[in-house]
C-alpha cells in the first residue's frame, strides 16, 4: 500500500468477511453431525483449522524459497482443487 492508512480497507473488507462467514459456517457443519458425537466433530473441526493456520505458512514459505510466487499459487491450486472435489463428493454421500 502507498500509505499506511490505506491498509485498514482491506483488514476492515476481510474481518467483515470473517466474522460473516466464520459462524455459519461452523453453524452449519455443527448442523452436520450427529448430537451424540457433535462436541467431538467440532473438536477435530477447531483441531484442523489451528493445524492449517500453522502450518500453512511454513509449508507455502518454503515453497516460495524454492518455486517463487507463482509456484505458491500453482502448489495451493492442487490441494484447493482436491478439498472441493471431496467436499462435493462428502455432500452429495451424506445427503
Request: hydrophobic share 55%; net charge positive.
Amino acid at each position: 500500500m502507498p500509505q499506511l492508512g490505506l491498509v485498514v480497507i482491506p483488514v476492515v473488507i476481510f474481518g467483515l468477511g470473517m466474522g460473516l462467514t466464520v459462524p455459519t459456517l461452523q453453524t452449519y457443519i455443527a448442523g452436520l453431525a450427529p448430537s451424540e458425537y457433535r462436541a467431538a466433530f467440532m473438536s477435530i473441526n477447531a483441531t484442523m483449522l489451528w493445524l492449517g493456520q500453522t502450518a500453512g505458512p511454513l509449508i507455502f514459505g518454503l515453497i516460495y524459497t524454492r518455486a517463487n510466487f507463482d509456484g505458491v499459487f500453482l502448489y495451493g491450486a492442487v490441494p484447493a482443487a482436491a478439498t472441493a472435489v471431496v467436499g462435493f463428493i462428502g455432500g452429495k454421500l451424506i445427503r
